[in-house]
């Protein structure tokens, strides 16, 4: 137990105290900061933008002018606001030179773009808008224009405009979720933004113990503790201590992460723009088991393929369907978000392989029941005690194996050795 101890002891400080284990736990932070407040800031220093338009008005209906004006008024402070330069086509002067003058002051930057209402306007399927920049809130003006279009057409055909208007009025929808909270996403960015989290730890640390596996054999170091400790001790060692890297740098950007929502918190920052959400007590639980149950059941493997390979080049081709294993629930992650407690979600993330990203992801969603929870974890642990079942036969012969990969009924005879 001692030479166990020591050996997570080595594997865990060698990497803690490394300069990629510090840049990448401070860094990552820092990207959570910039995103949560950048965009916050970016808004506020640069306000509601301010659109110029000409309006060539060959239509000379005033009653969609005055409502056009009204529909692309700022509805909030912080909305662009729309500057119309109504303009029309004098006498003896076509309409294709009116515009190439229009088309230079876009050129200019005298306008951002011009709007060509024709004369028949309320039987026309199409309006022309030219612009400077296509992004530039085109969406805002084809609706001002639609719904100013369809008033007019009310009001030539004798009815009551306002009350069209008022019995056609949208009723915007509430997205309430199970914690009685107002839904605007956040509850999905959350929890697949945790999946990705473990998706890339768990890929990161598990070809981490590959590539250390894969370093001793090629110095030979991997001979002389071989002469002091049994290969599944030092395997097990390599395996718990990278993961308590692992659990490290959670609990440091768990810290951090308290830390913003804190300082997110204080009157000067609360506003309706910035709004953390917050991470449930489950959702951190499950988290860290769901990362250690994924972190052994892998790392097992990526031990496994460093034992049997003699190179790092070899290394890259054999840990390939053990990678693919992390990808395929991630990818299939969306059939999940459709339809958490569907048959195909439930059964999916039974199954070991894709527990640690699907179950975590149904629990961010919509809190399966407890016994599947359950199910799951007992599950894992048995494919897990497995795996290291397996993984220690290979890696036994395999680490003081060189040369050529072996083929897979020499690795048959490794697995019958005693």
């Known amino acids: 137990m001692s030479k166990l101890f020591s050996i997570i002891k080595r594997e865990y400080w ?28 970016i808004g506020r220093a640069g306000g509601p933008g301010k659109i110029s338009i000409a ?27 729309y500057e119309l330069q109504w303009e029309t086509i004098a006498p003896g002067e076509s309409a294709e030179t009116r515009q190439a003058e229009l088309n230079q002051r876009i050129s200019s930057g005298k306008l951002d773009g011009y ?40 009001k030539q055909a004798g009815l009551d405009a306002e009350r069209i208007r008022e019995l056609n009025k949208t009723v915007r929808l509430e997205v309430v979720n ?7 996403g956040q509850t999905f960015i959350l929890s697949f933004g945790l999946l990705m989290i473990i998706y890339i730890t768990i890929l ?16 030979r170091i991997i001979e002389v503790l ?6 599944f001790d030092l395997m097990l060692g390599k395996i718990i201590g990278i993961g308590a890297v692992g659990l490290t740098q959670y609990l440091i950007w768990a ?22 959400p917050q991470v449930s007590t489950a959702q951190i639980v499950f988290f860290v088991v769901y990362f250690v149950l994924g972190y052994f059941l892998y790392a097992t493997f990526y031990a496994m393929v460093g034992a049997i ?27 999940v978000m459709r339809n958490p407690d569907g048959m195909a979600s439930t059964i999916l993330s039974l199954v070991p392989f894709f527990t640690p990203v699907l179950m975590f992801l149904r629990i961010g969603l919509q809190m399966p029941p407890w016994w599947q929870i359950a199910l799951s974890i007992v599950l894992m642990v048995g494919t897990i005690l497995g795996s290291v079942w397996l993984a220690a036969k290979i890696y036994r012969v395999g680490v003081l194996m060189y040369g050529k990969r072996p083929t897979i009924p020499e690795l048959i005879k490794w697995l019958r050795y005693t």
């Open 309 to 335: 390979v003699s190179s790092e080049e070899d290394g890259q081709q054999m840990q390939m369907p053990v990678t693919m294993t992390i990808i395929v629930p991630v990818m299939i992650s969306t059939l």
């Open 226 to 231: 071989l002469s002091s400790v049994r290969p």
């Open 115 to 154: 709007l060509v209402l024709p004369p028949d306007l309320i039987n026309q399927e199409q309006v022309r808008y030219h612009v400077k920049n296509v992004g530039g809130g085109s969406g805002q003006v084809r609706d001002a224009i639609n719904k100013a279009i369809f008033e007019s057409r009310v």
């Open 55 to 81: 309006v060539l008005d060959q239509n000379g209906d005033p009653g969609l002018r005055g409502r056009l004006e009204k529909l692309l008024e700022p509805a909030g402070p912080r909305d662009d606001r």
């Open 178 to 184: 199970a914690k009685g909270e107002r839904e605007r």
């Open 255 to 276: 810290i951090c992460g308290a830390a913003i929502s804190l300082v997110a918190a204080l009157p000067a920052l609360a506003t309706g723009a910035v709004k953390i």
């Open 14 to 41: 060698t990497r803690v105290r490394g300069k990629g284990f510090i840049i990448g736990t401070i860094i990552s932070p820092l990207l959570m900061m910039s995103f949560a407040f950048v965009p916050f800031l």
């Open 204 to 219: 990161v640390y598990g070809v981490m113990v590959m590539r250390g596996v894969i370093e001793e054999k090629q110095s």
